[in-house]
């Protein structure tokens, strides 16, 4: 029976034993068809191919063909296989070779077999070696995936990584990731001025830039986890809070154990950063007391990242174990540990003073006016003006932060809310109300985190905007970032990929596309920013009503290898309305969804000059 490429037999048993077995090999058309196949590629009329390209078609297809007929038994076929490329090298070989047909065929046609074969396994030596070298390099994970804010850290990378040093590239120049002498291993300084938060980092290498890694920047004093706090048996204890630790789960089902001491009054707060950094994790919590009593637990916080809080009534030792969940039924097969399963927990034993708070700015940045302070009207509305920006927190459960504002008829209005982003539990629920209590417009109760609602006044008047938690929640760890102001005609940029790479004397077309979601109507034009002195641009005019704009990106004959980031800036030529708007990569996680990641975009593109082609021989 022959069926997809395989011809099934019952045959006798090869070793004479009174039974049959099913054999399984390719089908005499399909080693006809491969046979040909393999005439078309290393025929005569190929020698115009360089032999590296040449080379390489013929591994990816020999390659292809064996994965898909490596069932059964196809030993057999391969063998018959062999002499039919072996022979079309040579002869390939002979019709390329500058060498006299005598010299090429001294000592009979096995000499010459010999040579050839030799020069074949040769080049394709070469090719694999040229091709390791050539391969776009990948970031696979850092350990530990974050640090201490202005300190030093030894951080180790996984992926590909040859050849070594790779240089790295941060979207902070207080951020330095300096390579080491051992593969894999980079020295990084964390300035004092770097920003709190997800920072970006790409290797590169002449052939190419790896998509960007999330490395988070802290303020808490930070700690790698020391062995064997794998074994339950065997808890790491935990000094003193409030501490990150940074670990992994390396194997399948293990489990990482802290004891922590903690005194009567204490609000425990632990929360984990694994899924939100692109990696394959989807952890749990569990917080037991000395006789091994579970105390509180928590699955999915944040994404698939757990957070959990309980008030410690009894001093004593605690604690707490943090796993990779293993139900296939609640979990990709993926997220269960491996050397690139790197998580962050932070642990806090008291309420944070709110300088700690987390915002969105530099640290020990000054504060725009008074609006950036906590506040939590529990009875009465704060009176604001607009545009207007808070960090803020709901605590206690139940409470409900009231913003007072007024409004010209058929004004518009943003109210932008941001606490998943800031690792905060809180799932907010928008509303805005008229004075006497009606709500006018309010967000769904769908389980989001960050949450943004519109909204336009239908009368002049005076308005509430309240925020709360949608399970009527609170606590400490309840924080929010708040904008609101007047919702003005704008527009949005966004770029086609990450990173691109181009030839010397070549041109690579990237897609601008460019949203009037308010109906903006003033003319603009894509300019590019930060290209190598080599290397030109050319854009299509930007359509009125929008919509996907072509950028060519154009290295000239003579253009020198480099490998750099570049901004593409959309500028409004109307002089009395400038504005200028940086287009963004929208970054696709491995593991996680690109709505999942800390950071899930970036306006700092990439590009690529390859070296020159060397001269064929």
Not at 286 to 294: H, I, M, P, S, Y
Not at 397 to 410: C, K, L, M, P
Request: net charge neutral.
């Amino acid at each position: 029976l022959d069926f997809l490429g395989y011809t099934f037999r019952h045959d006798r048993d090869q070793y004479g034993r009174p039974q049959r077995y099913w054999n399984l090999e390719p089908s005499r058309q399909a080693m006809e068809r491969e046979r040909e196949a393999l005439r078309h590629l290393i025929g005569p009329h190929q020698s115009h191919t360089p032999m590296p390209e040449l080379i390489g078609r013929v591994n990816r297809h020999l390659r292809g063909w064996t994965k898909y007929f490596k069932l059964g038994y196809p030993r057999k076929a391969f063998r018959q296989l062999s002499p039919l490329s072996s022979t079309g090298s040579i002869d390939l070989f002979r019709f390329r070779s500058s060498m006299p047909t005598s010299l090429f065929l001294r000592g009979g046609r096995h000499s010459g077999s010999r040579m050839a074969r030799s020069c074949w396994i040769v080049a394709l030596l070469l090719l694999n070696a040229a091709s390791a070298k050539a391969e776009v390099p990948t970031l696979e994970y850092l350990f530990p995936g974050g640090g201490q804010l202005g300190t030093r850290a030894s951080v180790s990378a996984g992926g590909k990584l040859d050849p070594w040093p790779v240089q790295a590239w941060t979207d902070s120049t207080g951020l330095v990731f300096k390579a080491t002498a051992a593969k894999g291993q980079f020295e990084v300084q964390i300035a004092g001025d770097v920003s709190v938060g997800p920072h970006l980092v790409r290797v590169y290498t002449a052939d190419g830039a790896s998509a960007p890694r999330c490395f988070l920047v802290g303020t808490l004093p930070e700690q790698v986890e020391k062995p064997p706090c794998d074994d339950p048996g065997q808890p790491e204890l935990i000094g003193k809070l409030p501490v990150t630790v940074n670990g992994r789960l390396a194997k399948k089902g293990e489990t990482d154990s802290f004891f922590i001491k903690l005194e009567a009054g204490q609000l425990l707060v632990a929360s984990v950063v694994a899924y939100r950094l692109d990696y394959p994790l989807d952890c749990s919590l569990r917080l037991l007391d000395g006789e091994g009593k579970e105390l509180a637990a928590n699955d999915d916080s944040h994404s698939l990242d757990p957070m959990l809080s309980h008030p410690i009534g009894q001093a004593g030792t605690y604690l707490l174990q943090l796993s990779a969940a293993t139900d296939p039924s609640k979990t990709d097969a993926r997220l269960s540990g491996s050397e690139a399963a790197v998580y962050r927990l932070t642990m806090t034993s008291e309420a944070l003073p709110p300088d700690a708070v987390p915002t969105l700015g530099k640290p020990g940045a000054d504060s725009p006016d008074e609006s950036m302070v906590l506040w939590s009207a529990l009875q009465t509305a704060r009176p604001v003006l607009l545009p207007f920006s808070i960090d803020g927190q709901i605590n206690p459960a139940g409470d409900e932060d009231r913003f007072r504002f007024s409004a010209g008829q058929n004004e518009r209005f943003y109210f932008r809310v941001q606490s998943g982003t800031l690792s905060s539990p809180l799932e907010a629920l928008l509303s805005v109300r008229d004075q006497y209590g009606n709500v006018l417009a309010q967000t769904e109760s769908n389980g989001a985190q960050d949450a943004e609602l519109t909204w336009t006044a239908a009368a002049e008047g005076s308005y509430t905007f309240t925020i709360t938690d949608q399970a009527r929640k609170g606590g400490i760890e309840y924080v929010y970032h708040l904008d609101m102001g007047n919702l003005l005609p704008d527009f949005q940029v966004t770029a086609s990929n990450h990173a691109f790479r181009l030839k010397p004397g070549t041109t690579n077309e990237m897609i601008v596309t460019v949203l009037r979601p308010d109906g903006y109507e003033s003319s603009m034009s894509l300019v590019l920013e930060g290209l190598p002195a080599s290397v030109d641009a050319n854009a299509d005019p930007v359509p009125a009503k929008g919509g996907d704009v072509k950028v060519r990106l154009m290295a000239r004959p003579e253009a020198k290898p480099a490998n750099q980031p570049f901004r593409v800036l959309a500028i409004v030529t109307d002089p009395a309305a400038p504005q200028v708007r940086l287009a963004t990569a929208i970054l696709k996680g491995q593991y996680a969804a690109p709505t999942d990641l800390l950071t899930n975009q970036t306006d700092q593109l990439w590009l690529t000059v390859l070296p020159q082609p060397k001269p064929d021989r």
